[in-house]
T-cell receptor
């Protein structure tokens, strides 16, 4: 099946630092989404991107939809302890399918 | 509004038993999606249903798994004759319209097969 390559797999940072993560695919996506999942919970949508080249912010989070439509990145600035969790990229493939393809996730640890 | 409800939150079954996972979508939502998450992995799409119809079941295993979303009541994901490899977290999402960005996820059911 389709796969998204998400990197890095984990990061350990100090409070206040910025962090970046990205996802790439060999397929073209119509939509890119970034989710955060806390332990024992379901994913919560952070940012949704709909057009190639689109750059969108949500507070300290910024994400971009790659020009080739095969990649996306997420930046978190000035990290705080509650940013701890697993971040997933997800996408909807070109062709109108409603199902989401997820990356394997990046586990973020923030040291206070 | 209450969010997507899933129950049970944790389910333990022995090999060969049946597992029934329930999902109540958000009020006003008529589209339901089921995903499976193995440890240390991302979510993998299983099935997309609207009321009384299966729209896309391309991610469902060919055997032992079935899903329904009746006119009344919750959506049910049913796993017959469970095996250890079925142990995973199963997430349901719902949306009001057919829209990838408006899928709201429930807290999941964690299935453990002994």
């Amino acid at each position: 099946g389709q796969q998204l390559n998400q990197s890095p797999q984990s990061m350990f940072i100090q409070e206040g630092e910025d962090v970046s993560m990205n996802c790439t695919s060999s397929s073209i996506f119509n939509t890119w989404l970034w989710y955060k999942q806390d332990p024992g919970e379901g994913p919560v949508l952070l940012i949704a991107l709909y057009k190639a080249g689109e750059l969108t912010s949500n507070g300290r989070l910024t994400a971009q939809f790659g020009i080739t439509r095969k990649d996306s990145f997420l930046n978190i600035s000035a990290s705080i302890p509650s940013d701890v969790g697993i971040y997933f990229c997800a996408g909807a493939l070109q062709g109108g399918s409603e199902k989401l393809v997820f990356g394997k996730g990046m586990k973020l640890t923030v040291n206070p | 509004n209450a969010g997507v409800m899933q129950n049970p939150r944790h389910l333990v079954r022995r090999r060969g038993q049946e597992a029934r996972l329930r999902c109540s979508p958000m009020k006003g939502h008529s589209h339901v999606y089921w995903y499976r998450q193995l440890p240390e992995e991302g979510l993998k799409f299983m099935v997309y249903l609207q009321k009384e119809n299966i729209i896309d079941e391309s991610g469902m295993p060919k055997e032992r798994f079935s899903a329904e979303f009746p006119k009344e009541g919750p959506s049910i994901l049913r796993i017959q004759q469970v095996v250890r490899g079925d142990s995973a977290a199963y997430f349901c999402a719902s949306s009001r319209l057919s829209s990838v960005n408006e899928q709201f996820f429930g807290p999941g059911t964690r299935l453990t097969v002994l």
